[in-house]
């Protein structure tokens, strides 16, 4: 008699094959061996390529992809030289002008100045004093001494260091208890700098309306990838040597309090932070996933093969990234954890429909039960999948190339989750025994399902959905008209860290980390070696010091205070000035001349750093006002621009790291928009074609929109700005959230023409597919927790929110979902009995 049924089970099945299932079952389930191994064999060909395995930590990673300010600032650098550099404090123990401690510092600046890739260190103990004793304006090339010489009145030295324009705030302190030393990184070899010219020229003729030949085009992938590779190696050795000048700042503990600061050090410690997440967290995912599954299935196959099949997913994708030299960044850093979480949960689906045929048909032989198993979950989990790649594509608007890059990324491994779930996991369980499960606990798998008391709860209760769905929406949409941008480096991590720690030191007592510029650009040769001229930048230079936001001010008004000090109290006059240029050694005009001012005195550079620690630091807010400052200073007249020969007034512009990072900050808005306007889109389009129904991809989108409005409102309320890593989690949560609809509506179709009873569909799906849902939420929930502990703050907000919106998702999926098909009846009029 069983024989029998399990024939009718088979034949039924059968009977309800279609071409593709055949070729399914033919290629993958009668072949279960060599999918297995295929896609073991896969995985090793594309894990050997871990050793691969890098991190771009060039600062291009956190700026606008053509963004025309990062061309400017390309130029800039080009005409004033580099700001590559580090800044190493030292806060001795002892009196810094004691002849121990400047000696100790004269070991610690030539192992550093040893380092091959560091062009020069500048410190207190080599830039030229003109008052330690005082010299003449005529003796400045060679009537100076420096701290290295010997000598030299230590005391006038101190009082001269830390009262001059230049050095205070900028090698040292006012109390003259810390100093710096500006660690100066060589500049990038003159083959690599046009390497990049002519990427940018050929980006330029592509972008234009003649747009490239083939030879150009072909020129222009040769370029490209020559860059890439170039800038690689680039990034290696400029990290190798952060590390390096750590180990040997390391090596002189014993001098006192030491920390490094500077954007390269942010970056490479950020990188550092997120290297060590990507290990830590995909690890603790995979221990959280193993418990989680044990909890639900409690049978060791339900345990270890999904997660198998999504360690595999990860091995592949992340070995096929580092195979291609696709680098991850700071946002991409993530790829690991969000892979293997999305591919447990479909893993998850699969296996609660295969318990749940298994409890209906306990005498159908494992292959046909895996059959049934994928004939029902494989196009709703085909349709999740593609619908959270879409939430991911979205992600491509945003024009920030790490975030692009995460899009990308993502999809490619949607893509090979989806294959692992449906050829790795059904071939490895058609291969083990099927097992005996007592009658009691295949009744169980049908029953007893935690998610009927929200069945419960929206029968009685719907008007009570409705009404905290809608109460829940509008708060959420106070919140977001609270949402902004304006964020801090220094916020990015917690108090303890030592790069929190040097950010701070270097923000309250050597000038502010972050570099921002203003370059004015004059007609006429020579413009701004005129001392009038020069007098009037000094009102410039004394208003930009003036702002809350700016620490230290450096510009060719810099060079004329000296001058002033030098020469007082007689005032310095034009002639003083040109022979004070003259006489310069070039090793000075190096560093008080040359970085601030061109050649031909057509263009200066007025060179400040922001503190990052400054409470009330709005970046856009102080761009705004130096823009409106300078529209003031330098306003277009009538008689200019009635008279082609009246001289144009100068113009000035704001370039350096501040301005880049600000535009990629502000970029974030619109790309918000964007990202959740394409997703919403192309989603409600792809319900409508899975559906087949424009009332019920309607349904199918609203509960989608709260978890969205939710997660949202909420950073607005709590006054967490949008970053590069929270600027995701909408368009992410959107992604995945779908796929509790899809999943729900698909069964529910299913059960519906059952009795034509909405009600009684409602109660079968939430202990039907509802488990599903619920336990895969519980487990992207738990996997999202675990980020909780990275020491890079964005990573934190965005593993606590997604999880928070995860939740909401669940909620609305169980709730608000149901009403709505309940009340709206999209599947016509119902039979329920009186």
Known sequence: MEGRLADMSVQGSSSRQTPVSRLYERMVLRRPILAVVAGIAVSIFFGLSLENFKLDASTESIVLENDPDLR??????????????????????GDLFEEKTLENLRVLRDELQALENVGTVTSILSVPLFQSPPIPIFQLGTGYKTLDAEGV???????????????????????????????????????????????????????????LTTAEARELDEVTAEYHSRRAVAIELRNNDIETIREILAGHGELGEIHMGGVPMIVADI????????VNFSLGVIAFVLVMLAIIFREIRWVVLPTLTSVLTVLIVVGYLSRVDWRMTIVTSNLTSLLLIICIAMSIHVVVRFREIYAGNPLMDTRNLMLETVRHV???????????????????????RPVMDFGLMMMIGLSVGYVMCFVFLPAALVLLPRG????????????????????????????????????????AGVGITRLEVENRFIDYFHESTPIYEGMTLVDERLGGTTPLEVVIAAEGDAYWKKLENIENLREIHEWLEEQPETGKVISPVTLLRILEKINAPNPVNQLLLNAAVLMLPNDIKTEVLKPYVTEDFSQVRIAMRVRESSANLRRQALLDRIDSYFNDQYPVSDAAEGDSDAPSPPVARTTGMFVLYNNMLQSLIDSQVATIAMVFGAIWLMFTILFRSLLMATIAIIPNMLPVLLVLGT???LGIPLDMMTVMIAAITLGIAVDNTIHYIHRFKEEFPKDRDYIAAMYRCHNSIGRAIYYTSITIV??????????FIPTVYFGLFTGLAMVAALLAAVTLLPWLLITVKPLGPSEEPD
């Open 782 to 791: 738990a996997g999202f927790s675990i980020l909780v502990f990275s020491h």
């Open 153 to 211: 009145d230590v005391e006038m030295a101190r009082a001269e260091l830390t009262e001059s324009p230049l050095y205070r705030d900028h090698l040292i302190s006012v109390d003259g208890e810390t100093t710096a030393l500006q660690i100066n990184f060589r500049p990038d070899p003159a083959d690599f700098t046009a390497l990049f010219d002519r990427r940018t020229a050929l980006r330029d003729r592509e972008g234009s309306e003649d747009g």
């Open 378 to 400: 494989a196009v709703p989990c085909l349709y999740t999948s593609l619908t959270t790649m879409v939430g991911f594509g979205s992600l491509i608007v945003s024009q920030i």
């Open 436 to 475: 005996d499960v007592p009658p009691y606990k295949l009744a169980q798998l049908t029953t007893r399902s935690p998610m009927e008391i929200f069945a419960r709860f929206t029968h009685r209760r719907g008007r009570t959905v409705l009404v905290c769905v809608l109460l829940a929406a509008l708060v």
């Open 72 to 93: 400017y600032y390309n130029e800039t650098r080009k005409l004033f030289g580099s700001d590559d550099y580090l800044i190493a404090m030292l806060t001795p123990t």
């Open 271 to 278: 990188i550092r932070y997120v290297r060590d997440d990507i």
């Open 715 to 717: 950073l607005g309320w």
